[in-house]
């Protein structure tokens, strides 16, 4: 499509100047951020290689100035505008969350399905479209979590569930991955979370896993609707709206301050790239240890 619109010839290897005229029509035709972008330079990296070009020398110095330099972009827009910076769920905020789930206008069991969901989005690392469904008057089994893709054993010392993702963003294939989330025992426990919402709803074959009382699935907009309507302004932010993706941000911002690497952290939050490094809102182990050391010199 590119090359139509700007009428280039295709032809391999690609010259700089298609590949400085690509960078910008998918930032600016097709409003892609530098990340996606990073892909597919990848992507066409591996048609050089895959058509007997070792080295296609696409990621020229101008080429990865540039890149670089939409990224530097986008990280002042964040800053600019607060709202678009994405906070982490603290230990504290879920603690919030449970208690305004409680005065939340809704059912019992409908409390416990969100606090299920919140727990294992925290303690797994899932993105939120991992565990529920896309649609509410409809879903498609070949990629939402269903019944039969739960289980819960009584492995480790508070229990586990483990979840079958039918076709995990990092697996380019498509394959089934099973997902392990371990019980802490504690009052976010993901296990004694799920256990306490199973145990209140019918569990049929072949449906959403989570579902309503009465039998609707929930989706990742409504998740997110009530995450806002009781959470928001909520802690020293004043203000703030959490979204779904804050769990994932949390949980990985955690991690790094309690001292694992980079590579597991990347491992945990199943994280094919290292965009994983954006979510460390607490300072790093790594830059911990350093200054340590340079207290010695």
């Given at each position: 499509?590119?090359?139509?619109?700007?009428?280039?010839?295709?032809?391999?290897?690609?010259?700089?100047?298609?590949?400085?005229?690509?960078?910008?029509?998918?930032?600016?035709?097709?409003?892609?951020?530098?990340?996606?972008?990073?892909?597919?330079?990848?992507?066409?990296?591996?048609?050089?290689?895959?058509?007997?070009?070792?080295?296609?020398?696409?990621?020229?110095?101008?080429?990865?100035?540039?890149?670089?330099?939409?990224?530097?972009?986008?990280?002042?827009?964040?800053?600019?505008?607060?709202?678009?910076?994405?906070?982490?769920?603290?230990?504290?905020?879920?603690?919030?969350?449970?208690s305004k789930l409680r005065e939340w206008p809704e059912s019992g069991t409908n409390h416990r399905l969100v606090w299920a969901v919140a727990t294992c989005l925290l303690h797994g690392l899932f993105r939120i479209r991992e565990l529920v469904s896309e649609k509410e008057a409809e879903f498609d089994p070949a990629f939402t979590l269903l019944?039969?893709?739960?289980?819960?054993?009584?492995?480790?010392?508070?229990?586990?569930?483990?979840?079958?993702?039918?076709?995990?963003?990092?697996?380019?294939?498509?394959?089934?991955?099973?997902?392990?989330?371990?019980?802490?025992?504690?009052?976010?426990?993901?296990?004694?979370?799920?256990?306490?919402?199973?145990?209140?709803?019918?569990?049929?074959?072949?449906?959403?896993?989570?579902?309503?009382?009465?039998?609707?699935?929930?989706?990742?907009?409504?998740?997110?609707?009530?995450?806002?309507?009781?959470?928001?302004?909520?802690?020293?932010?004043?203000?703030?709206?959490?979204?779904?993706?804050?769990?994932?941000?949390?949980?990985?911002?955690?991690?790094?301050?309690?001292?694992?690497?980079?590579?597991?952290?990347?491992?945990?939050?199943?994280?094919?790239?290292?965009?994983?490094?954006?979510?460390?809102?607490?300072?790093?182990?790594?830059?911990?240890?350093?200054?340590?050391?340079?207290?010695?010199?």
């Amino acid at each position: 499509m590119c090359c139509k619109e700007n009428s280039l010839k295709r032809e391999l290897p690609v010259p700089e100047k298609t590949i400085l005229i690509f960078i910008h029509w998918l930032a600016k035709k097709r409003n892609l951020k530098a990340g996606t972008i990073n892909n597919y330079l990848a992507g066409i990296r591996q048609l050089h290689i895959a058509n007997g070009i070792p080295d296609p020398g696409i990621r020229t110095e101008t080429v990865n100035l540039i890149v670089k330099g939409a990224q530097n972009k986008e990280a002042r827009d964040r800053l600019a505008n607060a709202q678009q910076v994405k906070r982490p769920i603290t230990a504290e905020s879920m603690l919030t969350l449970k208690s305004k789930l409680r005065e939340w206008p809704e059912s019992g069991t409908n409390h416990r399905l969100v606090w299920a969901v919140a727990t294992c989005l925290l303690h797994g690392l899932f993105r939120i479209r991992e565990l529920v469904s896309e649609k509410e008057a409809e879903f498609d089994p070949a990629f939402t979590l269903l019944t039969d893709d739960i289980y819960v054993a009584e492995t480790g010392e508070f229990g586990t569930v483990q979840f079958r993702l039918k076709a995990p963003k990092e697996d380019k294939k498509n394959r089934s991955k099973i997902v392990d989330v371990y019980g802490t025992g504690g009052p976010t426990c993901p296990v004694q979370a799920f256990s306490k919402w199973q145990a209140r709803v019918s569990w049929p074959a072949g449906q959403p896993a989570f579902r309503w009382e009465d039998g609707r699935p929930l989706t990742a907009k409504r998740f997110n609707s009530i995450l806002k309507e009781t959470m928001t302004g909520q802690g020293q932010e004043g203000d703030r709206t959490f979204s779904s993706h804050c769990f994932r941000i949390g949980a990985a911002s955690r991690l790094g301050s309690l001292g694992y690497s980079d590579e597991d952290v990347k491992a945990m939050g199943r994280w094919s790239s290292r965009a994983f490094e954006e979510y460390m809102l607490h300072p790093r182990t790594k830059r911990a240890a350093i200054a340590k050391q340079a207290k010695h010199l």
